[in-house]
């Protein structure tokens, strides 16, 4: 429906629950991941909350399109992969 109003990008930026559910259903065709080079470790909030994934297979995977370095941190391009799909 958005695309239909002329959007052609659209930025969902939240806690770890909006991402999960974004994709989970599947609305997720491009994903900016920035990493830092930090381990906070279990008791920290996560950057992304449950998906309900029993095998491995069924985790949403990704082909990584760029990688790139901004300053201390790295920041992450990649797009869904067809569930199942091998890299």
């Given at each position: 429906?958005?695309?239909a ?10 806690g ?72």
């Amino acid at each position: 429906r958005l695309a239909a109003e002329g959007l052609g990008t659209l930025l969902v930026e939240g806690g770890g629950g909006l991402a999960a559910a974004w994709l989970a259903g599947g609305g997720a065709d491009e994903v900016l991941w920035f990493t830092a080079p930090k381990l906070l470790g279990g008791d920290a909030h996560p950057a992304l909350a449950a998906l309900a994934v029993a095998k491995l297979d069924d985790a949403p995977a990704f082909a990584f399109s760029r990688v790139r370095r901004i300053g201390a941190d790295l920041l992450i391009e990649a797009q869904p992969r067809a569930r199942g799909a091998r890299s």
